[in-house]
């Protein structure tokens, strides 16, 4: 991967960022603009790049948005760890898929369109994952503490046409939502949405409340991930979430935020060492995926 890519889908997740904790719609237009505006000038400079220089425009743009897309719900679905280990908060069912809950109805809350085509390239991520397993002959983890990565997918959607039937039908129908299953998410939404908030609300910090220190640290990236290293400390990602979390939230303890190479693309909440750890190596997978297998499944889009 080229380091001008590296370091404009990095500009572009900080991008995403803001328009999810915008503080008026006005704010969010803005941002949305120079987020578009953005995704083509990535797109243009990737031309130069000798990896993707055999690709469209179209598509270069696709590998930004898929990128900054899942990198933002994964960061968000790791929040949501972090918000239940930190708050005690009480959790009926897998943890995990309580995570993924928290990313979806995050970003539906902020009700653009750009949020909720970021929905739509995470549901992309899930089948593309497992896309890739099939034709790799990797065998499903029936085991495993998350759900299967198809599964994942249609909860997503599943929980965007619970909160917009009409909206959201096209996707549905699309990726084959059977019409009862359709129905039978509004209610799945309405839980989803209605727990998040109660669980929550004792939780937001007054304006007279002492705000939480997060501490906020970039490793080093090793070879070629050294790009993601200088894009995201000099775009301060860590720190934009950060400033956002000790603003919204009363929360018990310090704890940090951390990116750095891990050997592995991984992204996990550590209760014991009080950290959420982002890997570099997730965002070169995801634009590895998206290059290889991207233009196997087609969603309906919400943000052009």
Not at 27 to 40: C, I
Not at 58 to 80: K, P, S
């Amino acid at each position: 991967m080229s380091t001008r890519f590296a370091l404009r889908a990095a500009g572009l997740i900080c991008a995403l960022l803001f328009i999810a904790g915008a503080a008026s719609a006005q704010n969010a237009t803005d941002e949305t603009l120079a987020f578009q505006q953005r995704v083509d000038e990535a797109a243009r400079m990737m031309d130069n790049s000798p990896r993707l220089r055999d690709l469209s425009h179209e598509r270069r743009r696709g590998i930004v948005q898929f990128v900054a897309g899942n990198m933002l719900f994964t960061l968000l679905h790791e929040i949501g760890h972090t918000h239940i280990t930190e708050m005690g908060l009480p959790v009926l069912g897998r943890e995990e898929d309580a995570a993924d809950s928290y990313a979806v109805v995050t970003m539906l809350k902020v009700g653009s369109s750009f949020s909720h085509d970021v929905l739509v390239q995470a549901t992309m991520g899930w089948f593309l994952n497992a896309l890739r397993d099939e034709k790799e002959g990797v065998k499903l983890s029936f085991y495993d503490t998350h759900g299967l990565d198809r599964q994942r997918a249609f909860q997503i959607v599943c929980l965007m046409v619970g909160s917009d039937p009409d909206k959201f039908k096209d996707l549905a129908e699309k990726i084959d939502m059977p019409e009862e299953r359709q129905s039978s998410c509004q209610g799945d939404y309405s839980n989803a949405s209605w727990s998040w908030e109660t669980v929550m609300k004792p939780h937001r910090r007054a304006p007279t409340q002492a705000k939480t220190k997060i501490e906020t640290v970039y490793g080093k990236g090793e070879g070629d991930l050294s790009a993601f290293e200088e894009s995201f400390r000099m775009l301060r990602l860590l720190e934009t979430v950060a400033d956002q979390a000790s603003e919204e939230f009363v929360w018990r303890r310090p704890f940090r935020l951390e990116m750095r190479s891990c050997g592995i693309a991984n992204a996990q909440w550590d209760l014991a060492q009080r950290k959420l750890t982002l890997c570099y190596e997730l965002a070169a997978e995801f634009a590895q995926l998206y290059r290889q297998y991207g233009e196997q499944i087609a969603l309906p889009r919400y943000y052009k």
